[in-house]
Structure formats: C-alpha cells, structure tokens
C-alpha cells in the first residue's frame, strides 16, 4: 500500500472514531441531562451516519487501490476503486448540507426571540443551501451517461461532463459552504452581544460556535486539490489529497457542530477547574457565599413565558445537620436552560452562636 493510501486510511478511521464519539456525547447529552433532543441533534446524527457511509465507501475505495497508482493496479480494482471513489462525492455532498442545516437550527433555538432578521438570515440561508445542495447532487450523480460509465469506460459506449464543467461546480459548492461556514460562525456574536453575560462567557461561547470556520478553512485547501479531477491516466493517487481535505471538512464539521453542545458535561463530571458552578474548598471551615450562572447551549429558555420563574429548593445536609443550597431553575424542554445556585455555608461555632 503506498504512503498516500496509509495516510488517507489512517485520516479516515480517526475522524470517523472522533465524530462518533463526539455525537455520542452529545446525545447523551440532549436525552440524560437536558433532556432537550431537538432538530439540531436529529439532523447531526443523520449527518453522522451519511459521514459512516462516506467513510466505508472511501476504505473500501482504498482496498481496492485509492490512493495507488493506476500501474499498480489490475483492470478491475480500479473500475471498483472509482466507484466508491463515486460514491463518496455522493455521501459528501449530502453530508455537508446535514452539518449546515444542523449549526443553523441550533442557533434557532439558541436565541428562540432573537431579532426576527437574524432568524431570517438563518431560514433563508438554509433555504438556498437545501436548494443548491439538491442541484449539485444531481448534478454530480447523472455527470455521466450512463451513470455507470463514471467508474468504467471499458465499453467505450458513454459520455462524461468536461472537467470544466465538474470544476465549476465543485467552486460553486465550496463557495455556498464557505460563506455559511463564516455566516453561522459571526451571526451569534450580534445576537448574543446584549445578552447579559460576562465578556469571558461571551468570548468562549463565540469561540466555541466560531470553531465551524476551521472545517471552511479545510474546504479552502481542498479546492487546492481539485485540477487533479483533470488527471484522468493516475486519478487514484492524484485525487487523494482532495479526498483526504474533503473527510477532513466533515469530520470537523461535525465535531465543531457537536462541541457547541457539550458544555453541560462539565457541570455533570464536575471536572475540576472547569466547571462554572464548582467552588473549590479548604480544609479549614470559612463563612462564604457563592454565586453563578451557567449558560448551556441548546439548553437557555427563551420563550414568551421567560419571564416565570419555578424556583425549587433542594436541601443538603451538612455535617451539622443544616441545609444550605438552594437552586433557582428555569428549565425550558428544547431550549437554552439558565441557572443560578447559592450557596452559603457557616462555621460551626456561628450555628452555635446564633440558637
């Protein structure tokens, strides 16, 4: 197996390793915790398993000799390696419109009585997207006639869409997902500019929702790699650097796409230094009073009803036999979920100063 192949193999098999294990964890997640399992998370894990078939199609692509050669190879491995190189474009132009289409319901329900523009600018870019993923999709299955002359030409009996042709398209559809690739990564930062937040928590959930550039930043480099469609005597070896930047555009997608959901992780493993709501506590008794908020994504209630707030009390016994927590929850099923604890805790000769 040449080098090209083995780095392709190993990409894929990490990637696809990571995105299953992010998505996991990001139904867990959305069915133990929060309880909230929205659009969002449905069209993410679709996503995932588009991404599974995008990803079996590209090993078994390799076994056959993607990646190689064409002189290292036999007739009919790579009549077979080009199929489910076939496939794949297939898989990824699905693939890419899913993780869109995810980001853009998350932010929905992010910011449920955000602006209605913003909202707009969201439903319509979703709009056009759907539209143009389902163009170039057909576009990219009937490139040839018959289809299956896509992969064999031994008959001879068949005719192709030009390079040119395949070009353009494969620079119209980078460019639509770059730009929502950017789109969805600045939106949040002037809708949750006046939320009332402290500048660290708006820098980290700007910086978490912005992660989606870096998989445009693959999509960049991919389109690097695309002349080699051009190179039709050895397109096994040439193509693997564009097949490699293309399951790396998906792999991020969907990991960034899943990152943003994962906050409430911290707070349930209590993950020290990490944790919003956790206060780090000496040896020695001290009389102090504790304050935050948490602000999980996917999980804020902002709705019309906001404004009503359940408060339930939940009472831990101390070693001395007081309570002393209360929590403050505004649970929204679906939505963002806000919560302020305090806490305060006493010395034991203060209990015994004030009976």
């Not at 297939?90 to 890419?96: A, K, N, R």
């Not at 990564?185 to 989606?212: E, H, N, R, Y």
């Not at 994962?262 to 230094?273: A, E, K, N, W």
Request: aromatic share 12%.
């Amino acid at each position: 197996m040449q080098d090209r192949a083995q780095q392709l193999l190993a990409v894929t098999i990490t990637l696809l390793v990571t995105a299953w294990v992010t998505v996991s964890l990001r139904c867990f997640v959305r069915l133990k915790l929060v309880k909230a399992f929205g659009i969002d998370d449905y069209l993410i894990v679709v996503s995932l398993l588009i991404f599974t078939c995008f990803c079996g199609s590209q090993l078994t692509g390799i076994h056959y000799g993607l990646g190689q050669h064409n002189r290292d190879l036999t007739a009919p491995n790579i009549i077979q390696a080009q199929k489910y190189r076939y496939l794949s474009e297939l898989f990824y132009v699905l693939d890419t419109a899913f993780i869109k289409a995810s980001v853009g319901f998350l932010l929905l329900r992010i910011m449920l009585n955000a602006a209605s523009y913003y909202r707009a600018t969201i439903i319509v870019s979703m709009a056009i997207m759907t539209v143009w993923t389902l163009v170039i999709w057909f576009y990219v299955l009937f490139q040839c006639r018959p289809i299956s002359y896509a992969w064999d030409m031994s008959s001879g009996k068949g005719k192709c869409i030009t390079y040119d042709g395949i070009s353009k398209a494969t620079y119209s559809f980078s460019a639509m997902d770059i730009l929502f690739d950017w789109l969805f990564a600045l939106l949040p930062i002037p809708m949750l500019w006046d939320v009332k937040l402290t500048i660290q928590m708006k820098a980290s959930l700007f910086a978490i929702l912005g992660l989606g550039v870096f998989a445009s930043i693959s999509t960049i480099i991919r389109l690097k790699y695309t002349t080699a469609f051009n190179d039709s005597d050895d397109i096994l070896y040439s193509i693997e650097q564009a097949e490699l930047w293309t399951l790396t555009e998906m792999g991020i997608g969907i990991f960034t796409a899943s990152l943003a959901t994962l906050r409430p992780l911290v707070g349930h493993f209590r993950i020290r230094g990490f944790s919003s709501g956790s206060r780090d506590r000496s040896n020695r008794p001290t009389a102090r009073s504790g304050y935050f908020q948490s602000y999980d994504l996917g999980y804020i209630q902002n709705t019309a009803n906001a404004g009503k707030t359940t408060t339930t009390t939940h009472r831990r016994t101390m070693s001395d036999g007081h309570t002393s927590v209360e929590s403050i929850l505004d649970h929204g099923k679906g939505n963002i979920s806000k919560r302020t604890d305090v806490e305060v805790t006493y010395e034991a000769r203060d209990l015994e100063a004030a009976t």
